[in-house]
């Protein structure tokens, strides 16, 4: 099996920030997970090197386009391996190769009749670099730019996209993961409900120099996106190379959704015009935000992955951003929420299971691997979970579900964590009788931590091969192979284990106090109405989501589970709920909580919130949300 994964390829006027690292680390994620699946993959990015914006910001650095694009790019392909990012690939639209590829393609689209000389008339963005129709406009300005476009009057160059609409409406609907996330799909299904016009693809010289001449008419230039979506064919060789014949069928695009229209219609109409098969997906996700604002260049808020890096750490920055975004949503960035990740999901959860677990065998098996015998309930509860892990995981994975691929993950890690104190190796050790239980409680948990130690390799390569060097295993065997329990050769030395990451100390957001002084106002007429409240009283209760990442039961009491949960702070809440739920079908599950509630002690535990549950009759049912959005969220 093979696989062809790429990320946008980036344009150089602007230095990468945690938008495209993102889309890049989604990829590279992708092609690790696809090699551990046994995969002959390829993976490429690049930049995206021509067109107004380049000349425009090399002037502004006192550059000639060719010195600017140079640094800019290597900007990019510098940044990478700080973020344990591989491409096998990294292709510039300025490489001879692709210019020529671009005017071999040119040619034969227009020799065949697909490309015609014509007057066009029509508002033209120069954030977009392409004319947009009317009912593009939000206010009479572009939805991305939020700047009034210029009416252009001028002779171009046009491709007949119009020609492909048809099929490209039934190759849509016959090949349902054409575009994901669904609401893409729907997006552009939409969008093409209405007549398809035709594409300007050149530019006159006397406006744009920086660019491919057309190979029929130099007084023109290439359009940007007509020669920058060519990069995902001159990546393999096209037309002659055998990478073309091998990678070609199976392409996978990675974007945002910025760049929708083109990779959705743009080109698959092209390629359907040079002969070729569409690629096989589109993979679609949201943006970054701060606040509620998109992370871009031209706004000047932006964060740097390599400041990101230096701060927390390659992986913990992977998988913050693989955790907190649903792939296809938007997410809000800030540093509270990825030391919240980090302390809790990575130092405490998985950092805590791992070190105490191999100390305990340092201690307790002299240091080694040991035999393991008969399982028990526990044993046999904790292997079943591995292999339902493995099989969520795979299929996660697969549909680009990263967040919930790392939540089943993470159910596991919980689970182990439990399974220790369950067993209480420390005191079976005090017994000799108890030898053979013992044994095989650390053989179950070694095991569990080599298969973790798998399933994360794609996120966080670095972590998988602190753990793999610690359970004294390599890690070439496929996820198949090493999926299968009983990797683990009893006898095999294990090492000292080192700390996979170090808790981060920063203060953690206080529950913020409710807003008292309404209250105090003398009530009107319809607030005396018994139960009735203003928008203002309801505005005082902050309502959020949580996603729960521990829950134990209170000792002494039937009804109490203490839970921990995200929001994205950390925060302990005590629950009556434990005749409904047990604490392990809780983890992992978003619930809403009461954010802004006076803390309560309850049985000797400091609850930080309340969970909203419904009541029916007998039955409790915790009150979620249709689809997983990131924690913290407000519920308005
Ligand atoms: N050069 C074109 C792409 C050509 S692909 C044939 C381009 N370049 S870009 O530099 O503007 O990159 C856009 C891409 O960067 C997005 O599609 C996404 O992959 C990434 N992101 C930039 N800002 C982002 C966020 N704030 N959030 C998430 N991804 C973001 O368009």
């Known amino acids: 099996m093979t696989a062809y994964i790429t990320t946008p390829i980036f344009y150089v006027n602007a230095e990468p920030h945690l938008g495209h690292a993102y889309s890049t680390i989604v990829a590279d994620t992708y092609a690790r997970f696809k090699r551990l699946c046994g995969e002959d993959v390829r993976f490429q990015t690049g930049t ?33 391996p ?14 001879a190769d692709h210019k020529e590829n671009v005017q071999r393609i040119l040619q034969q689209v227009y020799d065949q009749g697909d490309i015609y000389f014509s007057e066009y008339e029509g508002l033209y963005c120069k954030g977009c670099e392409r004319f947009l129709t009317e009912k593009e406009l939000q206010d009479g300005k572009c939805p991305d730019h939020l700047t009034e476009p210029d009416r252009i009057s001028e002779q171009n160059y046009f491709f007949r996209m119009s020609k492909y609409q048809e099929w490209l409406v039934d190759h849509i609907n016959a090949n ?46 290439t359009y940007v996106w007509f020669d920058a979506l060519i990069n995902y064919l001159t990546g393999l060789g096209y037309p002659d190379d055998e990478k073309f014949s091998t990678y070609w069928p199976v392409a996978e695009h990675v974007i945002a959704k910025d760049i929708l229209k083109p990779h959705a219609i743009f080109w698959p109409t092209m390629l359907k015009a040079m002969g070729l098969e569409p690629y096989q997906k589109l993979h679609v996700h949201g943006y970054w935000n701060i606040g509620d604002t998109k992370m871009s260049k031209s706004l000047g808020n932006v964060v740097r992955p390599r400041a990101m890096v230096d701060e927390y750490g390659v992986d913990a920055v992977r998988y913050f951003l693989l955790r907190d975004m649903s792939f296809g949503l938007d997410s809000g960035y800030n540093s ?21 677990s191999l100390t305990m065998v340092g201690k307790f098996e002299d240091g080694k691997v040991p035999p393991c015998g008969t399982m028990g309930k526990l044993d046999l509860a904790l292997q079943e979970s591995c292999a339902d892990m493995l099989a969520t995981y795979r299929d996660e994975m697969e549909h680009f579900r ?28 005090k ?14 948990l070694l095991e569990t931590l080599r298969i973790l130690q798998v399933v994360v390799s794609p996120i966080m390569p670095a972590t998988a091969r602190k753990m793999a060097a610690g359970l004294g295993v390599d890690h070439s065997d496929t996820l198949e192979i090493a999926g299968q329990w009983g990797g683990l050769k009893p006898g095999t030395a294990i090492q000292k284990p080192e700390q996979l990451f170090p808790r981060l100390e920063k203060k953690k957001d206080a529950p913020r106090p409710a807003k008292t002084k309404d209250r105090q106002k003398p009530k009107g007429p319809e607030q005396q109405l018994e139960g009735i409240i203003t928008f203002e009283d309801f505005g005082n209760v902050e ?26 702070e950390v925060r302990t809440i005590v629950a009556g709920i434990a005749e409904h739920y047990s604490p392990e079908e809780l983890i992992g599950r978003q619930v809403i909580i009461v954010a802004n509630l006076k803390p309560a002690t309850l049985m000797g535990v400091q609850s930080e919130g309340m969970v909203l549950a419904a009541k029916d009759g007998k039955r409790l049912v915790l009150a979620s949300l249709s689809d997983t959005v990131a924690p913290g969220s407000r519920v308005a």
């Open 543 to 568: 309502l959020k989501v949580a996603e729960i990442t521990g829950a134990e039961v209170i000792k002494k009491s039937d009804r109490l589970l203490k839970l921990t949960v995200k929001a994205p």
């Open 336 to 356: 509270e929420a990825v030391v919240a990740r980090q302390n809790s999901d990575l130092a405490n959860d998985l950092g805590n299971l791992f070190s105490r």
């Open 176 to 221: 349902p993961d054409f575009i994901t996330p669904e609401r893409y799909k729907n997006e552009m299904l939409s969008f093409l409900s209405d007549p398809l016009e035709d594409l300007c693809i050149s530019r006159p010289t006397s406006r744009l120099t920086w660019g491919i001449p057309l190979p029929f008419d130099d007084r023109f230039v």
């Open 402 to 429: 990263f967040h919930r691929a790392l939540q089943a993950v993470w159910k596991v890690v919980s689970k182990a964590n439990k399974y220790i104190v369950e067993n209480a190796p420390w005191e079976l050790a």
């Open 82 to 95: 700080h973020l344990d990012i591989e491409p096998d690939n990294f292709i510039r639209t300025t490489d």
């Open 431 to 444: 017994d000799e009788a108890n030898q053979e239980q013992l044994h095989t409680v650390f053989y179950t």
């Open 48 to 80: 995206d090197e021509h067109g107004d914006k380049i000349v425009q910001a090399a002037e502004s650095a006192g550059e000639s386009p060719q010195e600017y694009v140079d640094r800019i790019s290597r900007m990019f392909s510098d940044a990478w």
